[in-house]
Nanobody
Framework: QVQLVESGGGLVQPGGSLRLSCAAS????????VGWFRQAPGMEREFLAT????????RYADSVKGRFTISRDNAKNTMYLQMNSLNPEDPAVYYC?????????????????WGQGTQVTVSS
């Protein structure tokens, strides 16, 4: 079992930045591909970014490409999502996830473990 705990969400003004963290416990995060998703009220869960086990491969949704950056520090058993240029379309609950794939995966069904989510709000 892998337990994932997100942190770093909050309120930010349009154009601002936030850095989300996802700390893993229970097993070594380096054995998993990891990703970030978000879900706004009344919407389906949306893929944002994923990174392979070693960090060598990343993939992004078009909606966040160039604004968000996914990274991982396997020594700290932690993954991150740096979010820049946040806009009114970005508010949602943000989730991190881990799956046994070797590569970066977009499909949420490939992820086995999920965090509880952290709220991101964008407002002036």
């Amino acid at each position: 079992q892998v337990q994932l705990v997100e942190s770093g969400g909050g309120l930010v003004q349009p154009g601002g930045s936030l850095r989300l963290s996802c700390a893993a416990s229970g097993r070594t995060l380096s054995n998993y591909a990891v990703g970030w998703f978000r879900q706004a009220p009344g919407m389906e869960r949306e893929f944002l970014a994923t990174i392979s086990r070693t960090g060598g491969t990343t993939r992004y949704a078009d909606s966040v490409k160039g604004r968000f950056t996914i990274s991982r520090d396997n020594a700290k058993n932690t993954m991150y999502l740096q979010m820049n240029s946040l806009n009114p379309e970005d508010p949602a609950v943000y989730y991190c996830a881990a799956g046994s794939s070797y590569t970066a995966v977009v499909n949420p069904r490939m992820y086995t473990y999920w965090g509880q989510g952290t709220q991101v709000t964008v407002s002036s």
